[in-house]
């Protein structure tokens, strides 16, 4: 290999060293943008958090992680309580559009009654269930 190969050799690797030198540089540079952004968005989830701590009362015990069936059995129960605010109870409801007219058997008189008439007729629970057709044997 003469010198003037090996100059045009070293010319080469230099120019894709510089090239290289080049894309690492925008690299860095846009990662550096990156960084800066995100460290921007921690400081406003810092301020943000400080906030809403001072603002809300102190918890003593951490909320208990939602699950599927707790939060399926969470708006069961909401439902079932945005009902009942609409009513006013299984006996007299005050809503005729979203209640039935009629009463709940277990709290009208006449099932109370009716309960009451056959608990003193019937002195033996056994003969009771016979008698409503349930075998107890």
């Known amino acids: 290999m003469n010198v003037t190969e090996l100059l ?16 690492l540089q925008g690299q860095i540079d846009h990662l550096t943008a990156a960084l800066a952004e995100t460290e921007a968005r921690l400081t406003e989830l810092d301020i943000a958090r400080k906030v809403i701590a001072e603002a809300a009362p ?20 909401n439902a079932f309580n945005q009902h009942a605010a609409r009513c006013s109870g299984p006996v007299n409801c ?11 058997p277990s709290t009208s008189p006449e099932a109370a009654s009716h309960a009451s008439s056959a608990k003193a007729s019937s ?6 269930a016979t008698r409503n057709g349930l075998n107890v044997h």
């Open 8 to 23: 045009v050799d070293l010319r080469s690797q230099h120019e894709a060293a510089t090239a290289r030198a080049g894309e």
């Open 58 to 77: 102190a918890a003593t015990e951490p909320d208990p992680p939602q699950t599927e069936t707790s939060t399926a059995y969470q708006a069961i129960v």
């Open 94 to 104: 005050t809503n005729s559009s979203t209640c039935p007219p009629t009463r709940h």
């Open 123 to 128: 002195p033996n629970p056994d003969e009771a």
